[in-house]
């Protein structure tokens, strides 16, 4: 998990509320990108980022919004968070593409 | 649709034995193939990787067997130790202008002592 950080680590939040998870890498790479991992499905991705201000969907982007205003940055948000949406949350860095580099995971819980 | 296929989800080895988890892909234009290790409370790490050119990679007691022919990759490890219990994720990358990797859904490995 060297160079990238989560945070928070853990959250509890209720149905309807905005969240906001940031990804913080110092490894200057150029791609992030944010997984959900949930049991049985594996990881998916959500949105990625190939540059700052340059982002696009993933396969499970439906009720998520990301931003990259700076290279070390990508903040996920949940606009109005739902059950559905408690999962654990992975943020990845990669400079190839190929290989991606992941961070400890935030814990979400939604009630 | 599901780019990569993981079996089984779940196997449970011997301390000693071989622990073989399989994968397979439908799209031809993939080129890397790597496999990533996840312990509890932790995010997947790269363990081992293949590209097409080659039909197997070793390092330590860990080996990909790569049938480009049948589209299938699989992991096998060898000796394997109550330390490599962990979840086991397969992914294939397909190289173009916004290149991605597609993950299996995770093999749960437990290895008795």
């Known amino acids: 998990d060297a160079g990238i950080t989560q945070s928070p680590r853990h959250k509890v939040t209720e149905t309807g509320t905005p969240v906001t998870l940031r990804c913080h890498q110092t490894?200057?790479?150029?791609?992030m990108y944010w997984y959900r991992q949930d049991p049985g499905h594996g990881l998916r991705l959500i949105h990625y980022s190939y540059g700052v201000k340059d982002t696009d969907k993933g396969e499970v982007s439906d009720g998520y919004s990301v931003s990259r205003s700076k290279t070390e940055d990508f903040l996920l948000t949940l606009e109005s968070a739902t059950s559905s949406q408690t999962s654990v949350y992975f943020c990845a860095i990669s400079e190839s593409r190929e290989t991606q580099y992941f961070g400890p995971g935030t814990r979400l819980l939604v009630l | 649709q599901q780019q990569v296929k993981q079996s089984p989800q779940s196997l449970i080895v011997q301390k000693g034995g071989i622990s073989i988890i399989n994968c397979a892909y439908e799209n031809t234009a993939f080129d890397y193939f790597p496999w990533y290790q996840q312990f509890p409370g932790k995010g997947p790490a790269l363990l081992i990787a293949?590209?097409?050119?080659?039909s197997e990679k070793k390092e330590g007691r860990f080996t990909i067997s790569f049938n480009k022919s049948a589209k299938q990759f699989s992991l096998h490890i060898m000796d394997s130790q109550p330390g490599d219990s962990a979840t086991y994720f397969c992914a294939s990358y397909r190289g173009s202008t916004l290149g991605r990797l597609y993950f299996g859904r995770g093999t749960q490995l437990t290895v008795w002592p």
């Open positions: 293949i590209r097409p050119d080659v």
């Open positions: 490894e200057n790479h150029r791609y």
